[in-house]
Nanobody, 122 residues
Framework: QVQPVESGGGLVQTGGSLRLSCAASGRTFSTYTMGWFRQAPGKERGFVATISWSGGETRYADSVKGRFTISRDNAKNTVYLQMNSLKPEDTAVYYC???????????????WGQGTQVTVSS
C-alpha cells in the first residue's frame, strides 16, 4: 500500500512552467505504476500521464504530449510531472495515483493523493 502526497502546484502565466512532485509513503512504491490525472471544475477527472514501475515506459494524453514529462525516482519514493508551455486549459487540480497497470483509465488506480491546484493565467 502507498499513500501519495502531491506538491508543487501554484499560479503561473501562460507559457510558464511548473514541476509537480508526488511523494508516496510505503515500502512498495517501486512496484507500482504511477499516474497523474487532472480535474477541472465541472469536468470529469482525466488522464495526463503515467509511468511504469521501472520508469522505462510512459504514456501521455495527446493534449500534453511534447509539453509535459513524467519521471520517477524510486530511491526517493517520488514521481514528478514537469509541465512546460502551460496553457489556461491546463488549469485543474492535479492528482497523483498508484496502480498496477500502465493504463489511462483512473479506475485502474487504487491509491490517490488529495491533489494540488494548478492555475494558468492568460
Amino acid at each position: 500500500q502507498v499513500q501519495p502526497v502531491e506538491s508543487g502546484g501554484g499560479l503561473v502565466q501562460t507559457g510558464g512552467s511548473l514541476r509537480l512532485s508526488c511523494a508516496a509513503s510505503g515500502r512498495t512504491f517501486s512496484t507500482y505504476t504511477m499516474g497523474w490525472f487532472r480535474q477541472a471544475p465541472g469536468k470529469e477527472r482525466g488522464f495526463v500521464a503515467t509511468i511504469s514501475w521501472s520508469g522505462g515506459e510512459t504514456r501521455y494524453a495527446d493534449s500534453v504530449k511534447g509539453r509535459f514529462t513524467i519521471s520517477r525516482d524510486n530511491a526517493k519514493n517520488t514521481v514528478y510531472l514537469q509541465m512546460n508551455s502551460l496553457k489556461p486549459e491546463d488549469t485543474a487540480v492535479y492528482y497523483c495515483a498508484a496502480g498496477r497497470m500502465l493504463r489511462t483509465d483512473p479506475h485502474n488506480y487504487y491509491y490517490w493523493g488529495q491533489g494540488t491546484q494548478v492555475t494558468v493565467s492568460s
